[in-house]
Nanobody
Framework: QVQLVESGGGAVQAGGSLRLSCAAS????????MGWFRQAPGKEREFVAA??????????YYADSVKGRFTISRDNAKNTVYLQMNTLKPEDTAIYYC????????????????????WGQGTQVTVSS
């Protein structure tokens, strides 16, 4: 059963923009915490951004390296999370993965990949200088 499907990756020049989408289905569509991670060749997977929501509202979290350039958002009606990436740099080149936490999990650290239960297949982002 497909849970998370990413799209929107591609190749751009430095300074350009891309918007990644992550469509959730099945159990992942009920998640209250979703995030984006990335993995560059030869490097470990790293946190990019996350969004959580409760009855009191939404919260967003960003890695220092993308603050001010990337924006995470969610369209609940479409069960889709977006990552708007602006002012892209060559060091942003990586495979980007969408992740979602099980609806009953209490996520303590949104930047910790082990807190997420569902993962997409990834989408490649390449930024040339």
């Amino acid at each position: 059963q497909v849970q998370l499907v990413e799209s929107g990756g591609g190749a751009v020049q430095a300074g350009g923009s891309l918007r990644l989408s992550c469509a959730a289905s099945g159990g992942a569509s009920n998640s209250r915490v979703m995030g984006w991670f990335r993995q560059a060749p030869g490097k470990e997977r790293e946190f990019v951004a996350a969004i959580s929501w409760t009855w009191s509202g939404r919260s967003t979290y960003y890695a220092d390296s993308v603050k001010g350039r990337f924006t995470i958002s969610r369209d609940n009606a479409k069960n889709t999370v977006y990552l708007q990436m602006n002012t892209l740099k060559p060091e942003d080149t990586a495979i980007y993965y969408c992740a979602a936490a099980w609806v009953r999990r209490t996520v303590v650290d949104q930047s910790d990949g082990s807190e997420y239960d569902y993962w997409g297949q990834g989408t490649q982002v390449t930024v040339s200088s």
